[in-house]
């Protein structure tokens, strides 16, 4: 099997919950899946960021993101970030290679349009060379990818974690992509978790907005990679991320699982 998991928000803060994430991964990779780990870091970013006196803005739940942020991403993402996950793996047992989407061009960006909005340096990914995961995933190791892209003239744009990770999945033909959250699943008008989401259904979320926020790319990268040839996609919260190494074998209660109709 062959899947990605987008690592995210309270599991990259929290030391623990990065560990079991870590040991669940490794687990999945002594199997002898070929496990493949996109990741975002925004809370580091935006602590780092204010720091530097700099306030974060968002549009639709991505980061507007000028020069300036996108240098401190590249040095809080593909640096600090990256590499605690790497690290964290190692612990596990797990030999792992940092990445970001700019090394060996496995992942071009061209400049993201939004709704009138000018989100500076923030990209979509629209090119992909998969030849360094596979090398890694023939030496027993699991590629730890962070997003950032190379946009056409050699510079680096930010790409949201989730879009990145299905872009990822897409690309690679995965099984399975799998999203760690801070939140227990997409919930209904009600606060209820839909544990069974049709893509068609999603659009009556937006509309009324009952999903917002983060939330809009992380179910825009579901649908895409669902549409895209990706076979199954599952919100899972990180707090649960032990029932990991039984996902693509059972069918399983925890967060949301989005499917097609």
């Known amino acids: 099997m062959r899947m990605v998991v987008k690592i995210g928000g309270a599991a990259l803060d929290r030391p623990e919950l990065l560990e079991r994430c870590a040991r ?9 899946h070929e496990i493949a780990v996109v990741h975002g870091g925004g809370g580091a970013l935006t602590r780092m960021l204010a720091q530097l006196g700099k306030q974060s803005e968002f549009v639709d739940g991505l980061r507007v993101t000028d020069a300036e942020t996108r240098d401190v991403a590249l040095m809080v993402l593909a640096g600090g970030v990256n590499k605690k996950l790497v690290a964290a793996l190692a612990r596990a ?16 960006v061209a400049k993201r349009k939004a709704n009138g909005h000018d989100l500076g340096f923030v990209g979509d990914v629209c090119a992909t060379d998969m030849r360094w995961l596979h090398a890694i995933w023939a030496n027993g190791g699991v590629p730890v990818i962070s997003s950032l892209g190379l946009g056409p003239q050699g510079e680096y744009y930010n790409v949201n974690a989730d879009q990145m ?9 995965a099984h399975a992509l799998v999203f760690l959250t801070d939140v227990p699943g997409v919930r209904d008008a009600d606060g209820s978790v839909i544990r069974w989401l049709d893509t ?3 659009p009556a979320l937006v509309s009324s907005s009952t999903v917002k926020g983060g939330m809009l790319p992380k179910l825009e990268a579901c649908r895409m990679a669902l549409s895209r040839g990706v076979g199954r996609v599952r919100i899972l919260p990180a707090a649960d991320v032990d ?8 069918r399983l209660e925890a967060g949301t699982e989005v499917t097609v109709p």
């Open 24 to 32: 669940a991964v490794a687990d999945l990779a002594r199997e002898g």
């Open 93 to 108: 047992g797990q030999p792992a290679l940092g990445l970001c989407g700019g090394d060996g061009m496995s992942f071009q």
């Open 165 to 173: 990770a299905a872009a990822c999945a897409i690309a690679c033909q």
């Open 200 to 202: 068609q259904q999603i």
């Open 243 to 250: 029932v990991l190494p039984q996902f693509y074998f059972a």
